[in-house]
């Protein structure tokens, strides 16, 4: 079996690894930077994620790292805010200790942990990131920031839209409160990236921050570019996942379900002889839909009729449109295709 090289030790290319080595695969795990490492990221997990980190191997330690468990979602738009509880319980766990949770994983099951990639190395899983260059002109570039804070716990993730910003806040481990937020250049440059001044300048918000207090400085991460590869045809011997294969509006809180589930596949149809054009084609089929509909939701949001649909729309439909679709690792079609490539 070939050995598999990939690039990122991130929640999908951890989730690859993992998912490689089940399979038998050899994986070397490239990683450049210091990890694990606090990183700008809604730290939303939806209910989809528990049968993923099942079938990792890994759902046991994530239950005893405590994530805070989240039973309602809250919705600000303007002066109509929306309230819904969800369909199965979401978890919150910070991006610290859910990369180490899946990258400590990779290397008990015998990921070797290098720093450089080998050049034209075949087959490789490509999670790196966002790539692409095509971004918006100066001023209406996006930039993301997160901070930690103190503070009473709430079950609810809450998302407040304002100004073409979005803010969402949850809980996640040790009762501690996620405050991460999107918002355009020229809005940011209005309150010269001072971000505390930003989230108290929107009066729904600026009450729910008043019974906490920040315990780590703002991080900020950008500009920002929502691509969509999910159609495109992927190079031969090259699986692409999380951020790498489609970063799309995160505010629908889908980001590291669909980080996981790509990675998962990528290291499952790489190992067992499928190509990367089959391995798209799953992630096509699980998030082509939920992607399409929140890249809707956010040109709505951008509007001025955003105020006024949000009250039309029940919150429950909100929340399910956007969830990607439950999958397995692989098809029966591509079983049988699998047979015939071991066969040949």
């Known amino acids: 079996m070939n050995r598999i090289q990939i690039i990122g030790a991130g929640p999908a290319g951890?989730?690859?690894?993992?998912?490689?080595?089940?399979?038998?695969?050899?994986?070397?795990?490239?990683?450049?930077?210091?990890?694990?490492?606090?990183?700008?990221?809604?730290?939303?997990?939806?209910?989809?994620?528990?049968?993923?980190?099942?079938?990792?191997?890994?759902?046991?330690?994530?239950?005893?790292?405590?994530?805070?468990?989240?039973?309602?979602?809250?919705?600000?738009?303007?002066?109509?805010?929306?309230?819904?509880?969800?369909?199965?319980?979401?978890?919150?766990?910070?991006?610290?200790?859910?990369?180490?949770?899946?990258?400590?994983?990779?290397?008990?099951?015998?990921?070797?942990?290098?720093?450089?990639?080998?050049?034209?190395?075949?087959?490789?899983?490509?999670?790196?990131?966002?790539?692409?260059?095509?971004?918006?002109?100066?001023?209406?570039?996006?930039?993301?920031?997160?901070?930690?804070?103190?503070?009473?716990?709430?079950?609810?993730?809450?998302?407040?839209?304002?100004?073409?910003?979005?803010?969402?806040?949850?809980?996640?481990?040790?009762?501690?409160?996620?405050?991460?937020?999107?918002?355009?250049?020229?809005?940011?440059t209005s309150f010269n990236f001072e971000i505390d001044e930003l989230v108290h300048s929107f009066a729904p918000l600026s009450a729910r921050l008043t019974s906490l207090q920040r315990s780590m400085k703002w991080l900020n991460v950008g500009p920002l570019v929502f691509q969509n590869h999910l159609k495109q045809e992927p190079e031969p011997g090259v699986y692409s996942a999380g951020d790498a294969l489609s970063f799309v509006d995160p505010f629908t809180g889908s980001g590291l379900l669909s980080a996981a589930l790509t990675g998962e596949l990528a290291g499952s149809y790489a190992s067992q002889g499928f190509t990367s054009a089959d391995h798209r084609k799953a992630c096509r089929k699980a998030l082509a839909k939920p992607f399409g509909i929140s890249s809707l939701l956010r040109a709505v949001v951008r509007t001025q009729w955003a105020d006024h649909l949000a009250g039309l729309i029940p919150g429950e439909w909100l929340y399910k449109l956007t969830r990607p679709r439950k999958s397995g690792e692989c098809s029966e079609e591509d079983t049988r295709r699998q047979a015939r490539f071991h066969k040949e």
């Open 14 to 188: 951890s989730s690859a690894a993992i998912s490689a080595l089940l399979h038998g695969a050899p994986v070397d795990l490239i990683e450049k930077s210091k990890f694990p490492r606090h990183k700008v990221c809604g730290e939303f997990l939806s209910p989809e994620i528990v049968p993923v980190l099942q079938r990792l191997g890994v759902w046991t330690a994530f239950e005893q790292r405590k994530p805070a468990r989240i039973e309602r979602m809250e919705l600000h738009f303007g002066s109509k805010p929306k309230i819904a509880r969800l369909p199965e319980p979401a978890y919150g766990l910070s991006r610290y200790e859910y990369d180490r949770l899946l990258y400590d994983r990779a290397i008990e099951l015998g990921a070797q942990p290098a720093q450089q990639a080998t050049p034209d190395a075949m087959p490789r899983i490509w999670t790196a990131g966002r790539r692409g260059d095509r971004a918006e002109s100066r001023g209406k570039r996006l930039f993301g920031f997160k901070a930690h804070f103190n503070g009473p716990a709430h079950d609810a993730v809450e998302l407040y839209f304002f100004k073409g910003c979005y803010v969402g806040i949850n809980c996640v481990e040790n009762g501690i409160t996620n405050v991460c937020g999107l918002g355009p250049e020229r809005l940011l």
